[in-house]
C-alpha cells in the first residue's frame, strides 16, 4: 500500500480489532461464543478490506504499492516450529517466490527482503491479517513481518513466451 493511504486504513482496521476484542473480554473461554465472535469478525473484515485491500482495477492502482509485497511471519512464536523462514533471513536477504498454478502458470519473483517489527508496515500487515483471522491479543505477540522489495519479475511457465523471461 502506498504509504499516503496507511494512516486510514490502519485506523479503520485497528477499529474493527478493537470491537472484537472487547467481545473477545467477555467470550473468552466459551466455545459458542467463540465461534460467534470468529464468524462476526470475519465477516465485518471481509468487508472492511474489500473496501480498503481488495480493490477493482483502476482504483488499486492509485492506492496499491505494487513494488512491494508482504507476509506475516506467524510461525516464529510457536514452540514445535522449526523457524526455517526465520532462521534464511538472518543469513540472507535475498528473495526469490515461485507462484505455480497447475498445470502451465508459472512466475518468479526476485527481490530484497526488509523485517518490521514495530513500524508503520509492520502494523498495516499484521492488521490486514487479524481482519479476516482474528487472533486474541495474547497470540499477537513475536510476529515480525516481511516486506519483499520486489526487483525483478521472470514468467516461468512452460510457453513461448515463459521459460524464465523477464516481464518487469
Known amino acids: 500500500m502506498k504509504r499516503e493511504f496507511m494512516k486510514e486504513v490502519i485506523s479503520a482496521l485497528s477499529e474493527h480489532l478493537k470491537a472484537s476484542d472487547e ?7 466459551y466455545e459458542r461464543g467463540m465461534r460467534t465472535l470468529w464468524m462476526e469478525h470475519a465477516k465485518r473484515g471481509a468487508a472492511i478490506l474489500l473496501k480498503y485491500i481488495y480493490l477493482p482495477r483502476g482504483e488499486a492502482e492509485k492506492v496499491v504499492d505494487f513494488e512491494k509485497l508482504a507476509t506475516v511471519e506467524l510461525a516464529k512464536r510457536l514452540p514445535w516450529s522449526s523457524k526455517h523462514t526465520w ?8 528473495a526469490c517466490l515461485v507462484f505455480y498454478q497447475p498445470p502451465a502458470v508459472s512466475f518468479e519473483v526476485r527481490g530484497t527482503l526488509t523485517i518490521h517489527f514495530d513500524d508503520e508496515y509492520h502494523r498495516l ?4 491479517h487479524d481482519a479476516y483471522h482474528y487472533t486474541p491479543p ?9 516486506i ?3 526487483e525483478a519479475v521472470y514468467d516461468n511457465s512452460p510457453s513461448q513466451r515463459g521459460f524464465g523471461t523477464r516481464i518487469a
Do not use: C, F, M, W
Open 148 to 150: 519483499i522489495h520486489v
Open 125 to 128: 500487515v499484521t492488521l490486514i
Open 23 to 29: 467481545v473477545y473480554e467477555k467470550v473468552r473461554g
Open 87 to 94: 532462521n534464511i533471513v538472518q543469513r540472507s536477504r535475498a
Open 138 to 146: 495474547e497470540k499477537r505477540a513475536d510476529r515480525p513481518v516481511y
